[in-house]
């Protein structure tokens, strides 16, 4: 029975920056900038530290939203703005809403906090395939 969604459905997906996720993901990507793999760089640049690739987050976002509607292959479009770095050992909670549906698509606005309470993504938009 397929699930059908209503404008309005919330959901909530939550991912911890372990202290080696900056390293796999330079391994999986191929970005091996350093501010994201070592810490004195990452310093030097201002930044207290390494930093998660912000590819790595915006992953995440459209991971929320493809558990949500149950298939990634459905994710059609993705548009986010990144506000704050995430670094090792933060918790990042991504919350969704569904603020529209036509036809066969289905549009999400996801926030993305740490545990500080603090914006790591702003006005991200991910639209899905519904049909």
């Given at each position: 029975m397929a699930r059908t969604f209503q404008v309005g459905d919330t959901f909530t997906h939550v991912r911890e920056c372990d202290l080696y996720r900056p390293i796999y993901y330079a391994g999986a990507s191929?970005?091996?900038n350093p501010i994201h793999i070592d810490p004195e760089v990452g310093k030097v640049a201002?930044?207290?530290?390494?930093i998660l690739q912000g590819l790595c987050t915006l992953g995440w976002a459209v991971e929320?939203?493809?558990?949500?509607?149950?298939?990634p292959g459905r994710i059609r479009k993705v548009k986010a703005r990144f506000s704050r770095p995430v670094r090792p050992e933060d918790v990042v909670t991504f919350?969704?809403?569904?603020?529209?549906?036509e036809a066969d698509r289905l549009t999400t606005e996801v926030?993305?906090?740490?545990?500080?309470?603090?914006?790591?993504?702003?006005?991200?938009?991910v639209e899905a395939s519904i049909g």
């Amino acid at each position: 029975m397929a699930r059908t969604f209503q404008v309005g459905d919330t959901f909530t997906h939550v991912r911890e920056c372990d202290l080696y996720r900056p390293i796999y993901y330079a391994g999986a990507s191929g970005d091996f900038n350093p501010i994201h793999i070592d810490p004195e760089v990452g310093k030097v640049a201002g930044l207290d530290g390494v930093i998660l690739q912000g590819l790595c987050t915006l992953g995440w976002a459209v991971e929320a939203v493809a558990v949500f509607v149950g298939d990634p292959g459905r994710i059609r479009k993705v548009k986010a703005r990144f506000s704050r770095p995430v670094r090792p050992e933060d918790v990042v909670t991504f919350e969704g809403k569904v603020t529209a549906i036509e036809a066969d698509r289905l549009t999400t606005e996801v926030t993305a906090t740490n545990q500080r309470g603090e914006a790591v993504l702003k006005g991200a938009v991910v639209e899905a395939s519904i049909g």
